[in-house]
């Protein structure tokens, strides 16, 4: 018999993923997001007001929430400072008070930003021994978001497991100028327009499919308090993942802009994943190449069939 699910922020790009992946498991899937929606078993919700939360609460009682309702992006959260602080911190706040009430057990989306300035290998117990310095205001929303989720679980007994987020890719990410480098340079790209890519840097990534199966698989073997690195293990440069994308659309780099360091960025995220492939059956299955290539196709049929400018 399957569970009944929140899934905030469900219409985002990972988000509307899970829901796909919750819902193919035989549970009942709810979704709150911002906007009116025609699908089934969606409540519009802006987090960060506490009536709404409140009353979409009242109507429903929820064995799991995932939260991933989240302004998300260190530029965006410079230039949306209030929308990010509402919605990160205030809306996560008002979750965590209906959990304190309802007692149903929450997964939380957290973030590798939270690691900031530390350039070793990146375990969970890293902020346990090292005096850590977040370097944005979206960074430092998700670590109080971590340590408001801990003061709760020791207050009120509530039961939560932060996973945090590396670099998820894959078809569904829209492009805006404040998403990922992926859909930047792919969109870019498409339009055949300028971009810039930072030498010295390299990143995991994670195909979206591989992560949203291994946060379906957390509910299977929840353990109250656990935090999750979900990242792969090899790191690839920015410059290689550009040169993949231009080949996948046999395209040349003389619009690429090469630059050598990009400042108040981490160079290079090195995950330590090893908890959550033992207890939650982490791993990646679609290789870098794949992922790409699929990623690519979805921008060229949602971007190719209208006029680029």
């Not at 009682?61 to 530029?75: L, T």
């Not at 996560?92 to 009430?101: D, F, G």
């Amino acid at each position: 018999m399957g569970l009944k699910i929140l899934v905030t922020g469900g219409r985002g790009f990972i988000g509307s993923h899970l829901v796909r992946e919750l819902q193919s498991r035989g549970h009942e899937v709810w979704v709150c997001d911002l906007l009116h929606s025609d699908l089934e078993n969606y409540i519009r919700c802006d987090v960060s007001k506490y009536r709404q939360v409140e009353w979409m609460f009242e109507k429903h009682d929820f064995d799991y929430v995932y939260h991933a309702a989240a302004e998300y992006g260190r530029w965006n959260g410079e230039d949306y400072y209030e929308n990010l602080w509402l919605t990160n911190v205030v809306g996560t706040k008002n979750i965590i008070r209906m959990q304190e009430k309802k007692r149903f057990r929450m997964v939380f989306f957290g973030s590798a930003e939270v690691y900031g300035d530390y350039d070793g290998v990146m375990s969970e117990d890293v902020m346990d021994r090292v005096p850590i310095k977040q370097m944005n205001d979206y960074a430092i929303s998700k670590w109080v978001n971590e340590l408001q989720i801990l003061n709760s679980a020791k207050m009120y007994g509530t039961e939560t497991v932060r996973v945090r987020l590396f670099n998820v890719y894959g078809p569904g990410e829209h492009y805006t100028p404040y998403r990922g480098f992926i859909p930047k340079f792919i969109y870019k790209a498409l339009r055949d327009e300028p971009y810039t890519v930072y030498l010295g840097h390299k990143r995991t990534l994670e195909y979206v499919d591989d992560i949203c199966r291994t946060l379906a698989n957390i509910i299977d073997n929840f353990k109250p308090g656990e935090v999750y690195n979900l990242g792969g293990d090899e790191q690839y440069e920015i410059k290689y993942v550009s040169d993949l994308i231009l080949k996948t659309l046999g395209r040349d780099d003389s619009k690429v802009i090469y630059k050598e360091l990009e400042p108040f960025t981490t160079r290079i995220k090195k995950p330590d994943s090893s908890k959550a492939e033992r207890d939650l059956g982490f791993k990646l299955t679609v290789p870098v190449e794949e992922g790409v290539r699929r990623t690519v196709e979805w921008f060229k049929e949602l971007y190719g069939r209208k006029p680029l400018r």
